[in-house]
């Protein structure tokens, strides 16, 4: 009888704590509900804070984190940036994009300031086979495995500065100086310069180059006047740009003066004040979003851009630069809904090669700078609605038809 007893205790108790497994087991499975929802597609963002190029670099930072608090997660998945600093230096660019991938398990690159170290980080993706979205131009690289694995935001040099050698040939120049860095960018600037010219039957007849560090560009004026060009296109950018706007204009140089992308900046203006006045630049459509017609999508785009970037930092934008890490954001998010879509996960080889073939078959997706459409053939993504023509009148930008 005490037995009996015993054994329908022991089978109360033991109930008991079946019961409570089962909900804890339970309360557990629903725990892991949502956060099996909210897996995050990890971003890994590469930049110049620090060194000779953080000029571009903070801005970069400062649009990426508008495309994060304009974008924040898709299909429930968040997205979530990891940001490295590579000082401006190329080793480190390639090394912070190696860490990236191998430690922190990203499933994108995005990155970073300065041709020569996009181009180290390009190399870098290649390799370890992961798709990166280029924020500053770069030189062709090779297509890697299975095909290419970087597409890039930043209009081709060459397609901006047909637009100033069709603006010179609809105004019936014949004749254009160069004056502008003794770099890699002077280079690209005057070989773009050299080949639309060239078909539009107009001559470059002088070819004058500065360092940056130069803190004169007398001797460089006076021989570019003595060529006697119809124009003169400028070949740099930011405050060492401004140095032949002022000397020439200290020479009463009346003609016309024709800019480039890189002149695009408010330290260019504050230093070129009113020497500036008549350039005519090429730039993207984002310069003027204002005075953009109603019809063109980008200019909702861009306003929308200025409005998160004022929301994530506090501060309107006043560069060029931040706008193509805001597009590179852009060009992520639609790729990585796309690749979402196949079924790949998050964090796995599989999503990533899901996303690199989506960004090579991105169509029509509208930002700031352009309308994107990435083929395998192509990197650059753009065409001539990436291109607007603005001159400088009293510190502003207008657009010119």
Same mark, same amino acid.
């Given at each position: 009888?005490?037995?009996?007893?015993?054994?329908?205790?022991?089978?109360?108790? =033991?109930?008991?704590?079946?019961?409570?497994?089962?909900?804890?087991?339970?309360?557990?499975?629903?725990?892991?509900?949502?956060?099996?929802?909210?897996?995050?597609?990890?971003?890994?963002?590469?930049?110049?804070?620090?060194?000779?190029? @953080?000029?571009?670099?903070?801005?970069?930072?400062?649009?990426?984190?508008?495309?994060?608090?304009?974008?924040?997660?898709?299909?429930?998945?968040?997205?979530?940036?990891?940001?490295?600093?590579?000082?401006?230096? %190329?080793?480190?660019?390639?090394?912070? &994009?190696?860490?990236?991938? !191998?430690?922190?398990?990203?499933?994108?690159?995005?990155?970073?300031?300065?041709?020569?170290?996009?181009?180290?980080?390009?190399?870098?993706?290649?390799?370890?086979?992961?798709?990166?979205?280029?924020?500053?131009?770069?030189?062709?690289?090779?297509?890697?495995?299975?095909?290419?694995?970087?597409?890039?935001?930043?209009?081709?040099?060459?397609?901006?500065?047909?637009?100033?050698?069709?603006?010179?040939?609809?105004?019936?120049?014949?004749?254009?100086?160069?004056?502008?860095?003794?770099?890699?960018?002077?280079?690209?600037?005057?070989?773009?310069?050299?080949?639309?010219? *060239? =078909?539009?039957?107009?001559?470059?007849?002088?070819?004058? /180059?500065?360092?940056?560090?130069?803190?004169?560009? =007398? $001797?460089?004026?006076? /021989?570019?006047? $003595?060529? /006697?060009?119809? &124009?003169?296109?400028?070949?740099?950018?930011?405050? %060492?740009?401004?140095?032949?706007?002022?000397?020439?204009?200290?020479?009463?140089?009346?003609?016309?003066?024709?800019?480039?992308?890189?002149?695009?900046?408010?330290?260019?203006?504050?230093?070129?004040? *009113?020497?500036?006045?008549?350039?005519?630049?090429?730039?993207?459509?984002?310069?003027?979003?204002?005075?953009?017609?109603?019809?063109?999508?980008?200019?909702?785009?861009?306003?929308?851009?200025?409005?998160?970037? !004022? *929301? &994530?930092?506090?501060?309107?934008?006043?560069?060029?630069?931040?706008?193509?890490?805001?597009?590179?954001?852009?060009?992520?998010?639609?790729?990585?809904?796309?690749?979402?879509?196949?079924?790949?996960?998050?964090?796995?080889?599989?999503? /990533?090669?899901?996303?690199?073939?989506?960004?090579?078959?991105? *169509?029509?997706?509208?930002?700031?700078?352009?309308?994107?459409?990435?083929?395998?053939?192509?990197?650059?993504?753009?065409?001539?609605? @990436?291109?607007?023509?603005?001159?400088? !009148?009293?510190?502003?930008?207008?657009?010119?038809?």
């Amino acid at each position: 009888m005490a037995l009996a007893k015993q054994n329908k205790k022991f089978s109360r108790k =033991t109930g008991a704590m079946n019961l409570i497994k089962g909900l804890l087991a339970s309360t557990a499975l629903l725990l892991a509900v949502p956060q099996l929802a909210q897996a995050e597609i990890l971003v890994g963002f590469v930049t110049g804070l620090s060194g000779p190029v @953080s000029s571009i670099g903070i801005p970069n930072a400062k649009g990426i984190a508008a495309g994060q608090a304009y974008i924040g997660e898709i299909g429930g998945e968040k997205l979530r940036l990891i940001q490295l600093d590579d000082g401006s230096d %190329p080793t480190a660019s390639a090394r912070n &994009a190696r860490k990236l991938v !191998e430690q922190e398990k990203v499933d994108v690159l995005i990155g970073t300031s300065g041709a020569p170290q996009t181009l180290a980080m390009a190399t870098a993706a290649i390799e370890m086979k992961i798709p990166m979205i280029a924020v500053s131009p770069i030189a062709p690289v090779p297509a890697g495995d299975g095909g290419p694995w970087v597409v890039q935001t930043p209009q081709p040099t060459p397609l901006l500065v047909q637009g100033i050698v069709d603006h010179m040939k609809a105004k019936g120049l014949k004749t254009v100086a160069f004056i502008g860095f003794s770099d890699a960018f002077g280079d690209l600037m005057y070989n773009s310069l050299e080949q639309s010219a *060239k =078909t539009a039957d107009i001559k470059v007849i002088a070819n004058e /180059r500065y360092a940056r560090s130069d803190s004169s560009v =007398t $001797a460089q004026v006076l /021989r570019a006047l $003595a060529a /006697r060009p119809d &124009a003169i296109m400028l070949g740099g950018t930011g405050t %060492p740009g401004a140095l032949p706007v002022i000397a020439l204009s200290e020479r009463g140089y009346k003609g016309p003066l024709y800019g480039n992308h890189g002149l695009i900046s408010a330290d260019f203006l504050r230093l070129a004040g *009113k020497a500036a006045n008549g350039i005519i630049c090429p730039t993207g459509p984002v310069t003027a979003a204002e005075q953009l017609p109603a019809s063109n999508p980008i200019q909702k785009v861009a306003l929308d851009f200025r409005a998160a970037f !004022e *929301k &994530a930092n506090g501060e309107a934008p006043t560069d060029s630069f931040s706008s193509y890490s805001f597009d590179g954001w852009l060009v992520f998010a639609d790729a990585a809904k796309r690749a979402m879509a196949t079924g790949a996960k998050p964090g796995s080889p599989e999503f /990533r090669t899901a996303l690199r073939q989506a960004l090579f078959t991105t *169509k029509e997706v509208v930002g700031t700078q352009g309308v994107y459409t990435y083929l395998p053939a192509d990197r650059h993504g753009v065409d001539a609605r @990436s291109r607007i023509l603005v001159q400088i !009148e009293d510190g502003k930008y207008k657009l010119l038809p």
